[in-house]
Nanobody, 127 residues
């Protein structure tokens, strides 16, 4: 059973930075792409960023490009989301998720392809 545990959320002023971490259990972490999603109050969950299983490809939603960076350390079974220049509209619960397709490097990755989800970590950005 895979477990994903997020950490690093908190309260920060606009323009500040946070780094989220997602620690995964299991021995096959390095074989799967990982993603970050977020859900703001009253809104649907949305895609934020994704990194391929080997770290070679990254994807971002337009609103975070140039501000957020996703990375992974396969030796530590951990994926990170560095968030800089945070804005109040970034306020949300952030979730990490694991793609269920081993060694998948394609460009098709709807939410339905993520088989495991963390419990989320709250990020609040004050203006």
């Amino acid at each position: 059973q895979v477990q994903l545990v997020e950490s690093g959320g908190g309260l920060v002023q606009a323009g500040g930075s946070l780094r989220l971490s997602c620690a995964a259990s299991g021995r096959t972490f390095s074989s799967y792409a990982m993603g970050w999603f977020r859900q703001a109050p009253g809104k649907e969950r949305e895609f934020v960023a994704r990194i391929s299983w080997n770290g070679g490809r990254t994807y971002y939603t337009d609103s975070v490009k140039g501000r957020f960076t996703i990375s992974r350390d396969n030796a530590k079974n951990t994926v990170y989301l560095q968030m800089n220049n945070l804005k109040p509209e970034d306020t949300a619960v952030y979730y990490c998720a694991k793609d269920q397709r081993q060694f998948y490097n394609g460009d098709y990755f709807p939410e339905s392809k993520y088989g495991y989800w963390g419990q989320g970590t709250q990020v609040t950005v004050s203006s």
